[in-house]
Structures are given as structure tokens and as C-alpha cells.
């Protein structure tokens, strides 16, 4: 899940993997699969980054559980 700022400034928390999309026009609208859309502060890299960033905090709590 990954935290993302509306234009008014309140905070969401968004399951990363059910995004379909996110474009710049020139707000940036996060499209997700079920439909539903966001209206957000961050640019379309950032939110790339921080579904990468939480992929790899995820991979690595479950690579130390193993081990």
C-alpha cells in the first residue's frame, strides 16, 4: 500500500497493485482498476517509486523471515 496526497490535501492509501494507470494532464489522475479515480499531488514517477519502494521494503521483510 502506498500513501498519496489529494489536491486538497487530504492523505489516501492506495493498494499499489491495482493501479491501471497514472497520467499527467496536467494534475496527475490515478486510474485504478476498478474504475475509481484520483486526483493527486504527486507525479507519475513519484508514485512509480514509491510502488517500487514498497515492492522492495516487502521483498526484504520476507527474504529475512526466511532466513
Excluded: W
Aim: proline letters at 1%; a negative charge; glycine letters at 2%.
Amino acid at each position: 500500500m502506498i500513501t498519496l496526497t489529494r489536491i486538497n490535501g487530504t492523505t489516501i492509501i492506495i493498494n499499489e497493485n491495482f493501479i491501471e494507470m497514472a497520467e499527467e494532464a496536467p494534475d496527475t489522475v490515478v486510474t485504478m482498476q476498478n474504475g475509481h479515480r484520483y486526483l493527486v499531488q504527486e507525479s507519475a514517477s513519484e508514485i512509480l517509486e514509491k510502488a517500487a519502494e514498497f515492492r522492495r521494503q516487502c521483498y526484504t521483510e520476507f527474504k529475512e523471515s526466511r532466513e
